[in-house]
């Protein structure tokens, strides 16, 4: 009787854990997938504007065939990428870094599909002032902290010719999206007109803010916030046009519903959003959207919970390569390209 007993409670046991690493499969996500952008359901086809290219005002008033020329390139960038091989555009940017800097971009990331969903598209500053000004506007609604209306001062609304300069000028820009506006002016660039270099995101607001003008980018691109906060009185820059639209997309955890305009107070509340760059134009931009569409959320600190069904919660990701996983305690990731390819095909068959 004892051994029938000691039986049935062994097989009890092995069935327990059976069932429980059965369970632990199905409620543990193990891939992830595309299920949303933040350009759509920002602002549509339109996206929102990222990023803006500035340049010195002694260059603007002495320098305008630079000028004029600089732009040329940069209004050619979307049709140059459209049909741009990925591993050329990786190549002309790979020895604008600094030395030792790996590149967000290379040569086996960067595929057409990527390419596409960085949403370069270059806008002069008299067609997307109104734009622009709105997009601040609601950045300061959602945390005046981080950025502030710009000045009409700040935009330039010239038209210079392209010409021949003898002068030679500085263009930075910070890695990401925003390097990939520059592949066209690199390639199409002669002689010693304009030098181009690449920096991290953390770096790009330290070439606009030395101490003298010599040490200071006299082109430079900058996240839309960061300008309008740094420089947006226009005393010493102006803001030439938006090159960027957006390039942030959501992944959802296992069978996630993708989020549409529609579907996304119904899909998202109770959920958790790890979203990179959070204090940024993601986070705020994010955070725009669930605002206009009356979505109450709350940012997650190292002490509260996702308790409330009723609230989305957003969740800081400060590594993407160790943070972003099925089983990383999100129900969706916001993040940008190339992460999101790179996620997505890492998860695909595991």
Known sequence: MKKIIRYATACAAVLSSALFVSCNSVNTPTTLAFAGDLQTLYGGDGGYPQAVLVAK?????EDEGAVGTLLSYFEGSKDYLDSADGAVVANLLQDKYPSGFKP????????REVIRNCSVRFTKSADCKDTV????????????EFTKIAEDSFYYTGTPAAADSSNSYTVYAPDGAPALSLANAIQNSTGNLFEYHIVAGTAIAAQ??????????DFCILPVNAAAKLLGNGQRYQMLGTVTNGNMYFLGAGEQASLTSENLASA?????VGVVQLA????LTFRCVLKEKNIPYEILGNGNKAEDPEKVYLKAIANPASEITPAG??????????VASAKVSAFRNK
């Open 280 to 283: 940024n134009v993601p986070g």
């Open 57 to 61: 005002n002694s260059i603007l008033e």
């Open 329 to 338: 305690g999100c129900d969706y990731y916001l993040c940008a390209e190339p």
């Open 104 to 111: 967000s971009f290379n040569a086996n990331n960067l595929t």
């Open 133 to 144: 000004n709105a997009f601040l506007a609601k950045l300061v609604s959602v945390d005046p």
């Open 268 to 272: 998202l509340k109770g959920k958790t």
């Open 208 to 217: 606009v803010t030395g101490q003298n003008e010599e040490s200071n980018a």
